[in-house]
């Protein structure tokens, strides 16, 4: 299948990438897998036999009402929790079939709503914001943008840096919750050729 090049000829891409089915259900398992990954996992609460303070009863067994043993109980205020919150991972298995299926789902829906755009390249050789932001001005890229460059040069890093909404990754750091959640995903030719030996 072919691909338009912003001012330059289309391009000739493997349909199995950019014109693949798109499977809802397996993007969003792949997507929350890997929003879930980025989780620390690390809250911590203390149980009642882990606070610190004394365990005397604080009244005597009968005449006083309820009984009870000490104030680290979780019924009482500043007691211990009674199914308190441990460190864990929030890890979950995704196999590298299914990462790659769902990449190709995201890209060819993305490519069938109009939101990726190919160029031959950003042409970047300084790192000026007004270049940068005049170059996206042309290309009608607004919103959330995503910038995808084979080699994603310092100049092109930082020269989006003060642009809001603008971020720019490599071929190996494109991920499927940034492509989902950019209006519009500009790459390269050569992006798009490292793309299809990757997923193809």
Same mark, same amino acid.
């Given at each position: ?142 919103? @959330? !943008?995503?910038? &995808? ?6 100049? $092109?890093?930082? /020269?989006? =840096?003060?642009?809001?909404? %603008? @971020? !720019?990754?490599? &071929? ?6 940034? $492509?989902?959640? /950019?209006? =519009?995903?500009?790459?390269? %030719? ?11």
């Amino acid at each position: 299948m072919e691909i338009n090049v912003t001012d330059a000829a289309p391009l000739q891409v493997a349909e199995v990438v950019f014109g693949a089915e798109f499977n809802e259900n397996l993007v969003h398992q792949v997507v929350v897998a890997y929003r879930a990954a980025g989780r620390a996992g690390t809250k911590a609460q203390l149980t009642r036999s882990e606070m610190s303070g004394t365990t005397k009863k604080f009244k005597k067994q009968k005449g006083g009402g309820a009984r009870h043993g000490d104030y680290r109980a979780p019924i009482f205020v500043g007691g211990g929790r009674a199914f308190a919150a441990k460190p864990r991972s929030f890890e979950q298995k995704v196999n590298r079939k299914m990462y790659r299926g769902a990449m190709r789902s995201i890209l060819a829906e993305l490519n069938r709503q109009g939101r990726l755009q190919v160029i031959p390249g950003f042409g970047i050789e300084q790192p000026k914001t007004q270049g940068l932001a005049g170059k996206l001005s042309q290309l009608g890229a607004a919103g @959330h !943008v995503l910038l &995808v460059d084979d080699s994603a040069a310092d100049a $092109l890093y930082l /020269a989006a =840096r003060n642009l809001p909404h %603008v @971020h !720019v990754v490599d &071929v190996a750091a494109m991920n499927p919750v940034s $492509l989902v959640g /950019a209006d =519009r995903v500009v790459m390269t %030719v050569e992006s798009v050729k490292k793309i299809e030996a990757w997923l193809a």
